[in-house]
């Protein structure tokens, strides 16, 4: 299951994309990244228009990409602007490839997939937090499962007790109040009541005990966000997903950080004990993802502990249904929750 397509994707962090065409595939679009000599990333169809060959196997010719066969050249748009031996230029005409836009910001290219207008929306804003006390990683993977698994894994509280036992938490059995607040293009559930995480993670959040300010986020069409803060010590994980395929989704994830002990410190103790989650998460939704293709069908049961896991697929629907778009807004809940 996957978001709708027509909306900003990352396509690649900016510093992989220098001199040298890019293959990039988004919601099984084959693309063709380039950046112009003038600096300006492009995106166009992997296809060349004379005879179908990959663009990204070719090479960059000042602000064109040249197709490796016979050298057509495309600028940003996908007008074909030469073809090699042709005298007379007008023959270049009408030979064009589909282009999609570009957008790149925050050391991110984003690709704009669907109708080529200006989009309504402009690529998500990773937090910036101005604040030379926060340290930062940037870390990106690929997960063998679909957008909506993962999103859902991410922003699920109950599993990390039994996935992660022993890593984060543990569960306590202890009564939680969440209230959920829906928009049209996003969901947030903040939880009241919560402890401060046990294991290596809670340690570095605060010592001794306290309860913490936990708020997960789901920006529409797949950015997950979780939001930890006790004390001074603040955590923002955010997530952006580009789906490959309905079984292939690249990750691309920012962790900001204010903790209680020097950033490198923080990274020696903390980065292990995450990738150490990171790889349990992976594991579990690449097996839930084959044994859905196993059993032939998904089959799902939303009971009120999965808090977001509902929102986050009536938001997706309400983006290709307009009368669920004005259903799906404006929604808010409270829950109590044992965890
Ligand atoms: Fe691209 Fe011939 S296939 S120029």
């Not at 994309?17 to 679009?29: D, E, K, N, S, V």
């Not at 995106?43 to 050298?71: K, M």
């Not at 490839?97 to 997939?113: D, K």
């Amino acid at each position: 299951m996957n978001p709708p397509p027509h909306d900003w994707y990352i396509a690649c962090r900016s510093d992989r994309l220098r001199h040298r065409p890019l293959p990039i595939t988004i919601h099984g679009q084959r693309l063709a990244l380039f950046r112009t000599a003038e600096g300006v990333p492009a995106a166009l169809s992997d296809r060349c228009a004379h005879r179908n060959a990959p663009l990204s196997l070719g090479r960059i010719q000042g602000n064109h990409i040249q197709c490796g066969y016979h050298g057509w050249e495309f600028d940003r748009s996908g007008s074909c602007r030469k073809i090699p031996g042709l005298a007379d230029i007008a023959g270049t005409k009408g030979r064009d490839v589909p282009s999609f836009r570009v957008a790149e910001q925050q050391g991110y290219v984003w690709v704009h997939l669907g109708p080529t207008e200006a989009p309504s929306s402009s690529p998500f804003r990773f937090p910036d937090m101005g604040d030379s006390s926060y340290g930062l990683i940037r870390y990106r993977t690929v997960f063998d499962a679909p957008a909506f698994y993962i999103l859902e894994n991410f922003l699920d509280v109950p599993h990390t007790a039994f996935l992660h036992r022993g890593l984060f938490r543990t569960s306590a059995g202890r009564a939680i109040s969440v209230t959920v607040r829906r928009l049209s293009d996003r969901v947030e559930a903040r939880y009241k009541g919560e402890p401060k995480p046990t294991g290596l993670i809670g340690s570095l959040l605060a010592s001794g005990t306290g309860e913490v300010t936990h708020v997960d986020r789901f920006f529409s069409p797949s950015i997950s966000q979780i939001e930890y803060r006790l004390g001074e010590s603040h955590i923002i994980e955010t997530t952006a997903l580009t789906p490959e395929n309905e079984g292939r989704t690249r990750l691309f994830m920012e962790i900001v950080f204010r903790l209680r002990i020097p950033k490198t410190l923080a990274f020696l103790l903390a980065g292990p004990v995450l990738f150490g989650i990171l790889r349990q998460d992976a594991r579990i939704v690449s097996r839930q993802y084959e044994n859905v293709r196993r059993f032939g069908e998904e089959k799902f049961s939303f009971t009120p502990i999965d808090v977001l896991g509902p929102h986050i697929l009536a938001l997706w629907k309400s983006q290709t249904n307009e009368r669920l778009s004005a259903a799906a807004s404006q929604i808010e809940q409270r829950l109590e929750i044992v965890l």
